[in-house]
């Protein structure tokens, strides 16, 4: 009975420490070819499984803050296109009631509305790419890249790091969200 008890003492230990050593081993078992749930994680989730040093914190920052201005970007650029398309269409006069009432099969639309609407459409086009090369599976790329060489690929530029490493080590305050 003693034996047992130890086991199952034994079990739960080893049970409780698998979350914490996948988070400490995570980024050393980094595959070319992730499962979804390897890299759909939050800031806070991503930070503590592969943020393995001080730069691969901050590209994780950097990753997220561009990912998030992307989406949104697309997502408020967006939403005034039904609105400028709605206030700029008018309907045509129906003939047969002398034009006192609308033919609502018939319509127009102001000038001012193409242009309006492409730019805004443009505007969240950007918003999209920028989500699209930020996006998770790029920063999971990266990560595993820069473990790997302790060189960060073109595409990260330092310039751009120095903002979030600074503030990681506690030289600037974090900047007001």
């Given at each position: 009975?003693?034996n ?27 595959m ?20 393995f ?15 998030n201005t992307?989406?949104?970007?697309m ?52 918003g ?13 790329t ?17 310039a ?18």
């Amino acid at each position: 009975m003693a034996n047992f008890t130890i086991l199952i003492a034994l079990t739960g230990l080893g049970l409780a420490g698998a979350s914490a050593a996948r988070g400490q081993d995570a980024a050393a078992a980094m595959m070319e070819h992730p499962a979804t749930s390897d890299y759909r994680l939050s800031a806070r989730g991503f930070e503590d499984a592969y943020g393995f040093n001080d730069t691969a914190r901050a590209v994780i920052q950097l990753y997220y803050a561009r990912w998030n201005t992307g989406l949104k970007i697309m997502k408020y650029a967006g939403y005034p296109v039904p609105v400028a398309t709605a206030l700029g269409r008018h309907y045509e006069p129906d003939p047969r009631t002398y034009g006192a009432a609308p033919n609502y099969s018939k319509y127009y639309y102001d000038p001012w509305v193409a242009p309006v609407a492409f730019s805004l459409l443009g505007i969240s086009t950007f918003g999209f790419i920028k989500a699209t090369t930020y996006n998770r599976r790029q920063l999971y790329t990266v990560i595993r890249q820069y473990r790997a060489t302790r060189r960060l690929p073109a595409s990260v530029p330092t310039a751009a790091l120095r903002p979030y490493l600074q503030v990681l080590l506690g030289e600037m305050a974090p900047a007001a969200r």
